[in-house]
C-alpha cells in the first residue's frame, strides 16, 4: 500500500512538472509563434477601425466620414498658334485626408459641342485646400475651344495626409509688360525647418469679376529651409482683361531627405 501510494504521489510530481512546463516553456513557444497582432494589414474589423483595416490608427480611411470634394471651375486659356493651358479649380474640406493618385481628364470643346482635344494627369487631393490643377500647351489643331470640362477618373483610396506646402509663402506679387509679354513675379519663402523639393507653382489671373482669365506653371526643384527664391511667369501674347487679383498657388511639395 504504501509503494503504491508512493508511486501515485511520484506520477503526480511527474505530471505536475511536465504541465508546469508546458504552461511555462512550449505554450508561451507556441503562442506567440501562431499570434498575430491587430494590424491595419489583416483584414479584420479590430483597433479601433471604423472599417475593416480603415479608421481608427490606420493610414487608410473610412470614406464614410470624408466629405466631398468639389470641381469649383474649369476653364481653357489660349496660349498661342492653337494652343491653350487648361486649369481647374479643385475643393478638398476634409481636414488631414487627401488622395495621393488622383487620375483626372480634362476636356475641350468647340462652339458646336464638339470635343476638339483631351488631355490625362495624375495628381495630389491635398487637404484642406483650393488649388489648381494645370495642363499646359494642349494642342486643339486651330479650332477654338469654347467650353472645357474637368473630372476624375478613377476610385479615390483617402489616406492621412499632411500639405506639405503650408509652410511656403508667396510675397512680393507683380504684374509688367501686359500690352507686350505680360509677366508676373513674385517670392518664394520657405518658413519651415526643412527643405521642399519637387515643386509646381501655378499662377493665376483674374479679372475684377473673378474670372480667371489666364494661367502658368514653373517649377521649383528644391528650395531649402528658410530660403527665399524668385518666381516668374510670362505668357507670349498680350492680356484682352486688366488683372485684378494673382493666385500664386505652391503644390505637390515633398520633405527632401537631409
Given at each position: 500500500?504504501?509503494?503504491?501510494?508512493?508511486?501515485?504521489?511520484?506520477?503526480?510530481?511527474?505530471?505536475?512538472?511536465?504541465?508546469?512546463?508546458?504552461?511555462?516553456?512550449?505554450?508561451?513557444?507556441?503562442?506567440?509563434?501562431i499570434y498575430e497582432p491587430a494590424s491595419c494589414f489583416d483584414g479584420k474589423l479590430n483597433q479601433t477601425e471604423t472599417d475593416i483595416d480603415r479608421g481608427g490608427p490606420?493610414?487608410?480611411?473610412?470614406?464614410?466620414?470624408?466629405?466631398?470634394?468639389?470641381?469649383?471651375?474649369?476653364?481653357?486659356?489660349?496660349?498661342?498658334?492653337?494652343?491653350?493651358?487648361?486649369?481647374?479649380?479643385?475643393?478638398?474640406?476634409?481636414?488631414?485626408?487627401?488622395?495621393?493618385?488622383?487620375?483626372?481628364?480634362?476636356?475641350?470643346?468647340?462652339?458646336?459641342?464638339?470635343?476638339?482635344?483631351?488631355?490625362?494627369?495624375?495628381?495630389?487631393?491635398?487637404?484642406?485646400?483650393?488649388?489648381?490643377?494645370?495642363?499646359?500647351?494642349?494642342?486643339?489643331?486651330?479650332?477654338?475651344?469654347?467650353?472645357?470640362?474637368?473630372?476624375?477618373?478613377?476610385?479615390?483610396?483617402?489616406?492621412?495626409?499632411?500639405?506639405?506646402?503650408?509652410?511656403?509663402?508667396?510675397?512680393?506679387?507683380?504684374?509688367?509688360?501686359?500690352?507686350?509679354?505680360?509677366?508676373?513675379?513674385?517670392?518664394?519663402?520657405?518658413?519651415?525647418?526643412?527643405?521642399?523639393?519637387?515643386?509646381?507653382?501655378?499662377?493665376t489671373l483674374f479679372d475684377a469679376e473673378s474670372n480667371a482669365f489666364a494661367s502658368a506653371r514653373t517649377v521649383v526643384e528644391r528650395i531649402d529651409a528658410g530660403e527665399?527664391?524668385?518666381?516668374?511667369?510670362?505668357?507670349?501674347?498680350?492680356?484682352?482683361?486688366?488683372?485684378?487679383?494673382?493666385?500664386?498657388?505652391?503644390?505637390?511639395?515633398?520633405?527632401?531627405?537631409?
Amino acid at each position: 500500500m504504501a509503494t503504491s501510494s508512493w508511486a501515485r504521489r511520484r506520477q503526480m510530481i511527474y505530471g505536475g512538472g511536465l504541465f508546469l512546463f508546458f504552461a511555462l516553456v512550449i505554450a508561451p513557444v507556441i503562442f506567440f509563434y501562431i499570434y498575430e497582432p491587430a494590424s491595419c494589414f489583416d483584414g479584420k474589423l479590430n483597433q479601433t477601425e471604423t472599417d475593416i483595416d480603415r479608421g481608427g490608427p490606420c493610414a487608410l480611411l473610412d470614406t464614410r466620414y470624408i466629405q466631398p470634394h468639389a470641381v469649383l471651375w474649369s476653364r481653357a486659356f489660349p496660349v498661342r498658334d492653337g494652343f491653350y493651358n487648361a486649369v481647374a479649380y479643385i475643393e478638398n474640406p476634409n481636414q488631414q485626408a487627401g488622395v495621393k493618385n488622383a487620375i483626372y481628364q480634362f476636356k475641350l470643346y468647340d462652339e458646336r459641342n464638339i470635343l476638339i482635344a483631351e488631355r490625362f494627369g495624375q495628381t495630389t487631393i491635398i487637404p484642406e485646400k483650393v488649388f489648381p490643377i494645370f495642363e499646359g500647351r494642349i494642342d486643339t489643331g486651330n479650332r477654338t475651344p469654347v467650353r472645357a470640362t474637368f473630372n476624375f477618373v478613377n476610385v479615390f483610396t483617402w489616406e492621412r495626409m499632411v500639405d506639405a506646402t503650408a509652410g511656403l509663402t508667396v510675397r512680393n506679387e507683380q504684374v509688367n509688360d501686359l500690352e507686350t509679354a505680360p509677366r508676373v513675379s513674385a517670392e518664394l519663402v520657405n518658413t519651415t525647418v526643412s527643405p521642399v523639393v519637387d515643386l509646381v507653382v501655378i499662377a493665376t489671373l483674374f479679372d475684377a469679376e473673378s474670372n480667371a482669365f489666364a494661367s502658368a506653371r514653373t517649377v521649383v526643384e528644391r528650395i531649402d529651409a528658410g530660403e527665399t527664391k524668385s518666381l516668374v511667369f510670362t505668357w507670349p501674347e498680350p492680356f484682352t482683361a486688366a488683372v485684378a487679383r494673382v493666385d500664386i498657388i505652391p503644390l505637390a511639395a515633398t520633405e527632401a531627405t537631409q
